[in-house]
């Protein structure tokens, strides 16, 4: 569903703000995606000068999951990444802010927390999990 409509949940004019939020959201990602990274890469080159055995040194097992952590949040941060990309794919076909489950608008409330939403609050507690 598209609604270029005057007045429509992201009118032509009303198109700008959400791209610039959405931009903002998509800059902060890079930003948070290049730092874990860095931090993952870090983690492997300490452990790589160290003979480690995870079932007897006491730091081998906090170490694994220190690098289990921070790939968990690289893989979370480059999906959210896609997530933003496909907003903004929504947004330039006139469908961004309409809810993928009942067609509705989403409240701009939602998508100012969650710009990249797919759907209203509604269909979203009722998704099953």
Known sequence: MTDSSPGGPHSAPDR???RELLAAERVDTL?????????????V????LVAID?????EGASTAFERAHVAALL???REHLTELDRALERLDRGEYGRCAG?????PAARLEVRPAA???VR?????PR
């Open 54 to 58: 995870d079932e007897h040194d006491p």
């Open 75 to 77: 893989a979370q941060s």
């Open 123 to 127: 269909c979203a507690a009722a998704a």
């Open 102 to 106: 009942c067609g509705e608008p989403i």
């Open 31 to 43: 930003a948070r995606i290049a730092a874990l990274s860095r931090e993952f890469d870090g983690i």
């Open 118 to 120: 797919t759907t209203c």
């Open 16 to 18: 700008e703000p959400a």
């Open 45 to 48: 080159e300490a452990n790589a």
